[in-house]
């Protein structure tokens, strides 16, 4: 295990510093550099001196467990058991592997959602947009109207690229970014059954909006009618080519009671355009609309709801890979030297503990948010914030095996034989508390998640530009009339907790030795 994760370490480490050097955006490796740069104070001048310390801390840590794998000798035969017992409880196992394979998903970044191409074949040279640092324009792929010096819309050049070109595009799994992706309108195709129109999927009249379009994809509207039972009822209105409304009309039990044209040409000619036959309007938030890629629907902002729940997945993934490793680095240590020195210190870490711990949590985030300037507000004030009150649980856990273990003999063997403080603390006394550590690391993890996504429903978390389940499960509450908001984030967000919940049960059963203590 240790080998492995230092293969990883290794890999993702090597990947960011090939990444910068090349000029070149790797998934999840770039977001090193990427943060570097966007986050004030972790880069002076222009060198990103952040992205440089974690690769290379990722490079050096992932040497000295590889190295440490081949020289620490064979496997504590106490731990293979614990692990063979783990796998016994098969709820704990599975739980493990699937959140291992959303952890996998969630690296993979751009190359599952993105509104970026994977790779473009123009005019038979290849590129690949969604690897480079900036945004290839619309004119580099031999557009030259009004667009031609807006970022490349891939979508749009896949849609309108006849087949017959040679011409390729490659696009992620899901076509859309988390946030910053707008997109227009839905809809949906009406079937006409017994004079009466429906929508597709449904055996019930259509009641709403509909609309002929120019473009379906963009939404641009040719005529929008009113419909009840399935029946044009009600207002109309039209528009011509360059978005100009020119036509008004009033329908009863689709039959047309008057109607008014002030455009070019004439009113037979402006009604025979060419357009598509009439499609149920979604506005946002759209229904799930599988037939137009959003399989789990649009939020009130447009966004595509999937997308946004797999940008919300990778947050969470990003907040532990950060927040655990420093959490738990300051608990233990705390903890550790509380039990171990005991007298004053114990004393005074104990009364600054308790007046932190008693502090009013949500007030002070509440107070910090209010008081950061924007252009600083982020994943690391959040996580920093979180920090701050997040490691006291761990120091009583440590402090009281500090205690229990000061006195016995391998420590005292370990004193009389010269070893100092920090070897005592974590070469003797540390390797005796990981059942602790492995048990609580879990429902840390669950304590984080939950954590996170009530302060973006709150509203002080994290900005607009991060996709954050919380925020979506606020959008769903807030529009009660569009359900699939609410259970899909509700869904996914349970399932997590269910995961690593399972996982911290069948640790704790695995490293228990009162119930798993037998004699052979």
């Keep these: ?30 977001w090193f550099f990427d943060v570097s740069r966007t986050v004030p104070g972790l880069k002076f001048h222009d060198f990103p001196w952040f992205g440089w310390f974690s690769s290379g801390l990722l490079i050096l840590g992932g040497l000295a467990m590889i190295i440490r794998s081949f020289t620490s000798g064979p496997r504590n035969p106490i731990t293979a058991r614990r692990i063979r017992r783990f796998c016994d409880i098969k709820r704990g ?5 699937i959140l291992i394979v959303l952890g996998g998903l969630a690296s993979l970044d751009q190359i599952v959602v993105g509104k970026r191409a994977l790779a473009v074949k ?60 707008t997109l227009p309108p839905r809809s949906r195709q009406l079937i006409q059954r017994d004079s009466v129109y429906q929508e597709s999927g449904s055996s019930k009249p259509y009641y709403g909006l509909v609309a002929k379009y120019y473009d379906v994809a963009e939404a641009k509207t040719h005529l929008r009618y009113t419909m009840r039972k399935g029946l044009l009822n009600g207002p109309a209105d039209g528009w011509n ?22 455009g070019a040409g004439t009113k037979e000619n402006f009604l025979a355009s060419q357009s598509s036959d009439f499609r149920a309007v979604k506005y946002h938030p759209a229904p799930p609309i599988p037939e137009e890629g959003n399989w789990l629907g649009t939020t009130s902002q447009g966004y595509d709801v999937l997308a946004y729940l797999y940008g919300g997945l990778q947050v969470n993934f990003k907040a532990a890979v950060i927040y655990l490793p420093i959490v738990y680095l300051i608990g233990i240590t705390v903890g550790m030297m509380m039990g171990y020195f005991g007298g004053w210190f114990d004393l005074v870490a104990q009364r600054v503990i308790e007046v932190l711990s008693n502090m009013p949590f949500l007030f002070i985030v509440i107070i910090l948010s209010s008081m ?9 004030i959040i996580l920093t914030i979180l920090i701050a009150f997040g490691w006291m649980e761990m120091t009583f856990l440590m402090r009281t095996a500090a205690y229990r273990d000061k006195e016995r003999d391998y420590i005292a063997a370990a004193k009389v034989l010269g070893s100092g403080t920090p070897r ?17 690391v ?79």
């Design 442 to 520: 879990p429902f840390t993890m669950s304590g984080l998640v939950f954590a996170l996504t009530s302060l973006d429903y709150l509203g002080f978390g994290l900005p607009p530009e991060y996709a954050t389940w919380g925020r979506l499960l606020n959008d769903g509450l807030s529009n009660l009339s569009a359900p699939w908001l609410v259970t899909s984030t509700f869904a996914i967000l349970v399932g997590m907790l269910i995961l690593i919940t399972f996982i911290g049960e069948a640790v704790r059963e695995a490293v228990d030795p009162k119930k798993f203590t037998f004699y052979r």
């Design 241 to 262: 080519a360059e978005g100009m409304p020119v036509y008004t009309a009033t329908f009863k039990d689709g039959v047309l009671v008057s109607d008014r044209y002030n």
């Design 372 to 380: 950061v300037p924007d252009q600083f507000k982020g994943l690391p």
């Design 424 to 440: 005592i603390l974590f070469r003797h006394l540390l390797p005796n508390t990981v059942a602790i550590i492995v048990t609580v």
């Design 93 to 97: 196992y599975y739980s493990l592997i």
């Design 122 to 181: 123009y005019e038979g040279k290849w590129s690949f947009p969604a690897f480079l640092p900036s945004d290839l324009k619309n004119k580099d792929f031999g557009v030259t109207d009004q667009n031609a010096e807006a970022p490349a819309d891939y979508r749009k050049l896949k849609r309108t690229w006849p087949k017959s070109s040679g011409n390729q595009i490659i696009m992620p799994l899901i076509p859309y970014d988390p946030t910053g992706d």
């Design 1 to 30: 295990m240790m080998r492995l994760l230092g293969l990883l370490s290794l890999f993702i480490g090597s990947l960011a510093v090939a990444g910068e050097r090349m000029n070149l955006a790797f998934p999840t490796a770039r």
